[in-house]
């Protein structure tokens, strides 16, 4: 799929490092952010469906079970969610947030130290604006950008690791690892990122244990070129589909119900399932890893 890189007035907003967006006044969700509604016009869309569908010349309101506010709210906030990239240096992190944001590979000269992109991607018909962090490098953080603090903020998180460096794929899991500290409890979505899938004959990291350590590190999977513009688009868009399936989930759960005696049914019941636990861990570990690649599904 080739992303569309269209270069027009209207190009996505770029921010300042060191001038980190306002969280949500609700901090209900981390990294969930508000800011004034927009009046630019829609940025063009990723992927193959940007070429087939021209951009809408007007913006979408934010839809509503993505805001934090409620829709009748007098004042529109819009929402936005940020993923951070992590990885190693030199895999590709700025080429793969300069394609999400549009820009070609030679704009990468000019590399300005501003590593913060928006862009609104129209996903499955309904829009949802990222801002993609791409601070994660030592040179790049500033007092308002620390390591810490980018472990901390992502609604979503991209791991990048280079096929071609098999250092890179270990300090992706050292960095998975790191995270699972920061976001024991909500369950944020991480996407396990081999980029550079182009250099076939340099490569060091296979598909297979790619998709292994994802599997072992409960994520996501995709392998990507940024050269060839190669699953950045799906990559992009897979982000947005697991956000909107983990708010959905935690939608849906109920509150815990009151802890009350349990019948004698309920504790036969219980301990059947505790028989049973083993094997049906082994069964979805099995689903997980027949489903890593697939962004489209939790
Ligand atoms: N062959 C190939 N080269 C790539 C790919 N992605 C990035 N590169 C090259 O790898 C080098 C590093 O890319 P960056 O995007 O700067 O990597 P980074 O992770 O941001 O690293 P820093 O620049 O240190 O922050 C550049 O020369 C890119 O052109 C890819 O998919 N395939």
């Not at 409960?218 to 950045?232: G, M, P, R, Y």
């Not at 959905?248 to 399932?273: D, I, K, T, V, Y």
Request: net charge positive; proline share 6%.
């Amino acid at each position: 799929m080739t992303l569309n890189t269209q270069q027009e007035a209207k190009s996505p907003q770029r921010r300042r490092a060191s001038t980190p967006l306002p969280l949500s006044p609700r901090g209900h969700q981390p990294g969930l952010l508000c800011t004034e509604p927009s009046t630019e016009t829609q940025h063009p869309r990723l992927g193959q469906s940007a070429s087939l569908n021209p951009p809408a010349r007007t913006p979408s309101p934010a839809p509503n079970s993505w805001s934090s506010e409620s829709s009748d709210s007098e004042t529109s906030w819009e929402a936005f969610y940020r993923v951070v990239l992590l990885g190693d240096p030199g895999v590709g992190k700025t080429s793969l947030a300069s394609l999400f944001a549009g820009k070609q590979e030679r704009d990468l000269h000019e590399h300005l130290g501003e590593d913060v992109y928006e862009r609104t991607l129209t996903v499955d018909g309904e829009d949802t604006t990222l801002v993609v962090v791409d601070t994660w490098e030592a040179e790049k953080l500033d007092e308002c950008w620390s390591q810490e603090l980018c472990l901390q903020v992502g609604s979503a998180y991209v791991i990048v690791y280079s096929i071609a460096d098999r250092g890179s794929f270990e300090s992706a899991s050292e960095l998975r690892i790191q995270l699972r500290r920061t976001h024991q409890a909500d369950h944020v979505p991480i996407i396990l990122v081999g980029n550079k899938a182009d250099l076939v004959r340099c490569r060091e990291v296979s598909v297979e244990e790619g998709r292994a350590c994802a599997v072992v590190f409960d994520c996501k999977f995709i392998e990507t070129s940024a050269t060839l513009q190669h699953n950045v688009a799906e990559l992009f868009e897979g982000v947005v589909r697991q956000l909107r399936l983990r708010r959905r989930e935690s939608a849906a759960q109920e509150p815990p119900a009151p802890r009350r005696r349990a019948s004698l049914g309920q504790r036969a019941r219980r301990f059947l399932e505790r028989l049973t636990a083993r094997s049906a861990r082994r069964r979805a570990l099995k689903a997980r890893s027949k489903s890593c690649h697939n962004l489209a599904v939790l």
